[in-house]
C-alpha cells in the first residue's frame, strides 16, 4: 500500500499547479459546508435554550388527555385539579433525569394603564421554578426590575414593548381583566415588577409572565391548564417522555406528554429551512468535489495512459489501477480537506475576534452571529469527501483499466 | 517442454473498414535460453508478435501456449499474474515512471508480486549494481542519461528472474557506445542466467550477437528457425 501512497503523492506534488487548484476547490467546500454547519449547530442551541429556557416550555410538558384538541372549548373539564396536580409532580419528580416538575397556566385578557388597554397573552408560573426553569437564559436577556417574587402576588413581568406602549416601567400599576372558566368578567390589579425582552417582535408586545397563584385567581379556579417538566439533559428528552408516558399511564392518569420541539412552531420552521439551506449548500459543494477530482483524475489518468499500460505489463491487475487512482484521489481529498479545516478554524477565529452581530427576521434585538467548531461533524465531513474523492477518481480510472496494454502503452 | 509456442497465430487490426493482417498464420517454437531477433522491415509484424508473445495483446486466431499453458484460456488477472512472474519486458522509449527513483523502478515489479520491502530492494540493488548503477539508485529517470535508463529498465526486466525478457527495439534510442553495452550486457545475462531474450531490432550489432533469426515479411515467417 505504502508504494500506491507515494505514488499518488508524488504525483499530486508534480502537477504542482492543477493540484493546488483541486485542493483549493475541496478546501474551500469543505470550510463553507463546515462553518455553516457550526452556524446552525450554534443556532439550533440557541434556538433551543430560547424555547426550553426563554419560552420557558422546559423539555417536556405533560396535558390531560383530551386537552390540546378541546381544552380551548371546555377549559374546566381538561385542567388538572391539585390533587391531580400533586400526584403527577411526585411521580415524576422520582425519575432520576426529572430536575423539577411544575404546574402552570395560560391565561389572556385585556392589560390596561388605565387609559388605554390592549390585549396581552399570559403564562401563569411558579416564580421560584421560572427561576429554575431560566437558569442561565436570564443572564443571555435579564429581566429589568425585581421579577416575579412569592412575596408579591400582583407583581408581573411585562415584555418591553408592551409595556412601552401602555408606558409602563418597573414599579408602574396598572389593571388586567378576564374571564374566569365560568364566563364571568374579573379583573385584578398589577405592579410592573419587571419588563423583559421576549426576543420575537411578534411577542414582545403581548406577553406577560404573572404569578401562579395570581393566574388562578384571575379564572378563578385551583386547577393548572399543564406540567413543564425540566430535565438534567435535553438530549434525554425524548427517551424521558416515553419513561414518563409508561409511569403516568401506569398510575392511571390520563395524559398526554408533548416535547419542547414539538411546542415550539418557531424552533420547527427555523430548522426546516437551515436544514433546506444547508442542503442546497452543501449539493454545491458535492458537484464542485465531484466535477474538481474527476477533472483532475481525468487529466492525470489522460496523461499517465503510457504508464499504466507499463504497469499493466509488468503485472499490475486492473484492480490495482484502480487503486492506485482511488489512493490519488483519496489523497486530494484528504489534503483538501485539512486545508479545508485549516481555512475553518481561521474563519471561526476571525467571527471570535470580531464578535459581528445582526437581527435576524422577526427578532427584536441583535444576536451575536456565532459559529462553533463542531469536530464531530468535520470529521464526518473529511470521511465523506474524502470518500466522495475516491469514488470520483475511480471512475476515469476504471475506464483507463479496461484499456487494451498495447493501446495503453502505444498512447502518446 | 518448449518455452514458447505459437501455432497458426493470426493477428488482425482494423482501421475503420480496412483490415490490416499483422499476423497471417504464424508457426513458432522458442527454447528456454535462447537468445531471439525478429528481424524484417517495418510493417512486418514485429512488434506484433513480441506483443502476442509478451501476453499484453492477444491473436485473432491461433493457439500460444507459454510455459505449457494455452494463454487464449487464462483470465486477464492469470495473464497478468503470469507477465509478473515470468516474463519482463524492455521498451524502446525505456517506459520508466518518472515518479519513482531508479531503485523504486527496479522494486515495482517485485512489490506488484507481493514480496516484502526489504527483499525487493536487495533484489533491486543487486540488479542495479550488476548494470554499474549503485551510484545512481536515487536518481529519478529526468536526471539519468539514455543508457542508463535502459539499464535500470534492463534491471527491472530482470529483478523478478523471470523465465523470459522481451525487448522492442532495446537500441533504437541509445548512441553507438551505449548500445554496444547494452546489447553486450543483454548478451552476457543469457549466457550467465540463461534468460531467454526475444527482441526485435534493425540494428546489424544485435543481429550479429543472436544465436538464432526470425525472418518476417508482410506478417509471415521467412526464415523461422534459422539457427546461426
Redesign the interface.
Known amino acids: 500500500m ?2 500506491w501512497i ?2 499518488a503523492l ?2 499530486i506534488l ?1 502537477n504542482k499547479r492543477r493540484s493546488f487548484v483541486t485542493l483549493i476547490a475541496i478546501a474551500m467546500g469543505f470550510a463553507a459546508v463546515s462553518i455553516f454547519q457550526g452556524y446552525i449547530h450554534n443556532t439550533y442551541k440557541g434556538l433551543r435554550n430560547s424555547a426550553v429556557r426563554g419560552e420557558g416550555l422546559g423539555h417536556l410538558t405533560i396535558y390531560k388527555q383530551g386537552w390540546l384538541e378541546k381544552g380551548k372549548i371546555d377549559p374546566d373539564k381538561y385542567m388538572f385539579s391539585q390533587e391531580e396536580l400533586k400526584r403527577i409532580s411526585d411521580l415524576v419528580e422520582e425519575d432520576d433525569d426529572v430536575i423539577l416538575a411544575t404546574p402552570q397556566i395560560n391565561i389572556s385578557g385585556l392589560v390596561s394603564n388605565g387609559r388605554t388597554s390592549t390585549i396581552f397573552l399570559a403564562n401563569g408560573v411558579i416564580p421560584r421554578d421560572d427561576k429554575t426553569i431560566k437558569g442561565t437564559w436570564t443572564a443571555f436577556r435579564p429581566v429589568k426590575g425585581e421579577g416575579l417574587s412569592e412575596k408579591k402576588s400582583y407583581g408581573v413581568e411585562m415584555g418591553e414593548d408592551l409595556a412601552s406602549h401602555l408606558d409602563l416601567k418597573p414599579g408602574g400599576y396598572g389593571v388586567i381583566m378576564a374571564t374566569t372558566l365560568d364566563g364571568q368578567m374579573n379583573a385584578l390589579d398589577i405592579e410592573v415588577a419587571g419588563t423583559y425582552d421576549t426576543g420575537s417582535s411578534a411577542t414582545n408586545d403581548k406577553y406577560i409572565r404573572v404569578p401562579f397563584t395570581f393566574a388562578q385567581s384571575l379564572y378563578d379556579t385551583e386547577k393548572a391548564d399543564r406540567v413543564v417538566v425540566l430535565l438534567n439533559d435535553w438530549k434525554k428528552t425524548d427517551v424521558t417522555r416515553e419513561r414518563l408516558e409508561d409511569t403516568l399511564s401506569g398510575a392511571g392518569i390520563a395524559c398526554e406528554i408533548k416535547t419542547w420541539n414539538e411546542l415550539s412552531l418557531f424552533y420547527l420552521k427555523v430548522r426546516g429551512m437551515f436544514d433546506m439551506i444547508f442542503m442546497f449548500i452543501f449539493s454545491i459543494v458535492f458537484i464542485i468535489v465531484i466535477m474538481s477530482v474527476v477533472n483532475t483524475m481525468g487529466m492525470a489518468v489522460l496523461e499517465r495512459t ?2 499504466i ?10 484492480r ?1 489501477v484502480n487503486l492506485l487512482f482511488a489512493v490519488e484521489g483519496a489523497m486530494l481529498g484528504f489534503l483538501g480537506t485539512i486545508f479545508g479545516v485549516i481555512l475553518n478554524v481561521v474563519v471561526w477565529a476571525v467571527i471570535r475576534a470580531v464578535e459581528p452581530s445582526y437581527i435576524p427576521p422577526g427578532s427584536s434585538s441583535p444576536v451575536p452571529l456565532i459559529v462553533n467548531l463542531v469536530p464531530q461533524s468535520m470529521l464526518v465531513l473529511m470521511l465523506f469527501l474524502i470518500l466522495l474523492s475516491l469514488m470520483a477518481a475511480i471512475l476515469p480510472a476504471r475506464r483507463a483499466a479496461k484499456q ?3 493501446d495503453a ?1 502505444g498512447h502518446v | 517442454m518448449k518455452l514458447i509456442e505459437m501455432e497458426e497465430i493470426k493477428k488482425d487490426y482494423f482501421l475503420g473498414e480496412t483490415v490490416v493482417h499483422a499476423l497471417r498464420g504464424v508457426d513458432l517454437t522458442f527454447d528456454r535460453g535462447e537468445f531471439v531477433a525478429i528481424w524484417g522491415p517495418s510493417g512486418s509484424g514485429k512488434t506484433t508478435l513480441l506483443n502476442l508473445v509478451g501476453t499484453i495483446d492477444e491473436a485473432s486466431s491461433g493457439q500460444l501456449f507459454i510455459e505449457g499453458q494455452e494463454i487464449k484460456k487464462l483470465s486477464d488477472d492469470r495473464r497478468t499474474e503470469l507477465r509478473n512472474r515470468a516474463i519482463g519486458f524492455i521498451f524502446q522509449g525505456f517506459n520508466l515512471i518518472p515518479v519513482l527513483s531508479a531503485l523504486e523502478n527496479v522494486m515495482l515489479p517485485l512489490e506488484i508480486m507481493g514480496t516484502s520491502f526489504s527483499d525487493a530492494r536487495e533484489a533491486a540493488l543487486r540488479r542495479l549494481d550488476e548494470m554499474e548503477l549503485s551510484d545512481f539508485v536515487r536518481h529519478q529517470p529526468d536526471k539519468l542519461s539514455g543508457g542508463q535508463r535502459q539499464r535500470v529498465a534492463i534491471a527491472r526486466a530482470l529483478v523478478t528472474n523471470p523465465s523470459l525478457v522481451i525487448a522492442d527495439e532495446p537500441t533504437a534510442n541509445l548512441d553507438s557506445d551505449t548500445s554496444r553495452k547494452i546489447i553486450g550486457l543483454m548478451r552476457d545475462l543469457n549466457e550467465k542466467e540463461g534468460t531467454t531474450f526475444i527482441f526485435s531490432t534493425h540494428d546489424q550489432r544485435l543481429l550479429d550477437k543472436v544465436n538464432r533469426l526470425v525472418r518476417l515479411e508482410d506478417g509471415m515467417i521467412l526464415n523461422g528457425g534459422n539457427e546461426k
Open positions: 505504502n508504494k507515494k505514488i508524488r504525483n508534480k503510457r504508464e499500460g507499463t504497469l499493466r505489463a509488468l503485472g499490475l491487475k486492473r490495482g487494451n496494454v498495447v502503452l
